[in-house]
């Protein structure tokens, strides 16, 4: 973990009351994920607001269809991967395909979700896979006016 990463987790915590499952999140990626590996690029990705608590992940997909992709949630964990199809090869060698320049990488990109974020869905079209997330928020945490007695 870098010397910031510390320093900035040490000054937060004595600030928060139950965030030391977020703050044990992060500080494990920066001790596994991100210690002198370079991140993988590989298929390109959007993160965009698209409104006040909604969010959509947008995954370049050219080349895949719905069959050759999984997208999952588990633990707080959104998970895009590739399937690799057992005929993929056998099927290449009988289409006629004399230029394959369109990659059909093996691949795996994975986002951490806040607890209160609800997948939506996920629809492929036209080569890009949107995954849609709204942020919950409960009664007890909107903004409300105390009547004071």
Known sequence: MTNQAISIFKQLRPLSVGYDDVFDHFESMFNHKYDSI?????PPYD???????????????????KKDID???ENSVLTIKSIKDKDEKEVEDNDGILHKGIA???F??????????????????????????????????????????
């Not at 370079?38 to 590989?42: D, G, H, Q």
């Open 38 to 42: 370079s991140l993988p690029t590989y």
């Open 104 to 106: 059909k990488r093996m």
């Open 71 to 73: 997208v999952s949630f």
């Open 47 to 65: 993160i965009i607001k698209t409104g006040k608590y909604n969010y959509n992940i947008q995954v370049a997909l050219a080349g895949y269809g």
């Open 108 to 149: 795996s990109k994975s986002f951490t979700i806040a607890e209160d974020v609800e997948i939506k869905g996920a629809e492929l079209k036209d080569g890009l896979l949107v995954v849609s997330m709204e942020k919950i928020i409960p009664d007890h945490k909107k903004a409300r006016s105390i009547e004071i007695k």
